[in-house]
């Protein structure tokens, strides 16, 4: 069964980074796309980054552009994403999500990362 | 780039339909065929339940519709369960940089 294993999260101050990672099993990460989604504390899901099956593309909410990298590990089976300059907005739950003509065809748990000193 | 506009719950009885409307602009809903929508119940992982407006993935009850009018989209669950009581969120491509646009959210409950 193919699933998605999200780690990293965790407590930094603002300006802080962190490097989330996301582990792909029972399928072969490098064949499609993936994104990172996260959801606020009591809002709706809002889409952050998306990146291409080789890696050769990348692409970025406004909300964290310049800040955030996705990369991905294909050999590895695993993607991640970068997040510098934290703000407290940036507090939410990450989800991974396998990404297909422009779908989330399958998602991890989450990860959670909060930001506040 | 806005959330998607929609209802903030809706409700029904078992056995009865309800309908989730997800309201865009021509730059993303009204502009092209990719809204997808997607189940969650908290404190598990987002579920997709249709896609490309109206395709339902292999596994989703056929219970679940999907349709699209102008600049709106709408989820249809026919025959309501229990276990259908979850949030639900649109999702439709842009053509911002912002490339994916979700929904607000609603939260459907069976009385």
């Known amino acids: 069964e193919a699933q998605l294993l999200e780690s990293g999260g965790g407590l930094v101050q603002p300006g802080g980074s962190l490097r989330l990672s996301c582990e792909a099993t029972?399928?072969?990460?490098?064949?499609?796309?993936m994104s990172w989604v996260r959801q606020a504390p009591g809002k709706g899901l809002e889409w952050v980054s998306i990146i291409s099956s080789t890696g050769t593309n990348t692409y970025y909410a406004d909300s964290v552009k310049g800040r955030f990298t996705i990369s991905r590990d294909n050999p590895a089976n695993t993607l991640y994403l970068q997040m510098n300059s934290l703000r407290a907005d940036d507090t939410a739950l990450y989800y991974c999500?396998?990404?297909?003509?422009?779908?989330?065809?399958?998602w991890g748990q989450g990860t959670l990362v909060t930001v506040s000193s | 780039q806005s959330a998607l506009t929609q209802p903030a719950s809706v409700s029904g009885s078992p056995g009865q339909s309800i309908t989730i409307s997800c309201t865009g602009t021509?730059?993303?809903?009204?502009?092209?065929?990719?809204v997808s929508w997607y189940q969650h119940h908290p404190g598990k992982a987002p579920k997709l339940m249709i896609y490309?407006?109206?395709h339902r993935p292999s596994g989703v009850p056929d219970r679940f519709s999907g349709s699209k009018s102008g600049n709106t989209a709408s989820l249809t669950i026919s025959g309501l369960q229990a276990e259908d009581e979850a949030d639900y969120y649109c999702?439709?491509?842009?053509?911002?940089?912002?490339?994916?646009?979700f929904g607000t959210g609603t939260t459907a409950s069976v009385l």
């Open positions: 029972g399928f072969t990460l490098s064949s499609d796309a």
């Open positions: 999702c439709s491509y842009t053509s911002s940089s912002t490339l994916y646009v």
């Open positions: 021509s730059s993303d809903v009204g502009g092209y065929n990719y």
């Open positions: 490309e407006v109206s």
């Open positions: 999500a396998k990404t297909i003509s422009r779908r989330f065809v399958s």
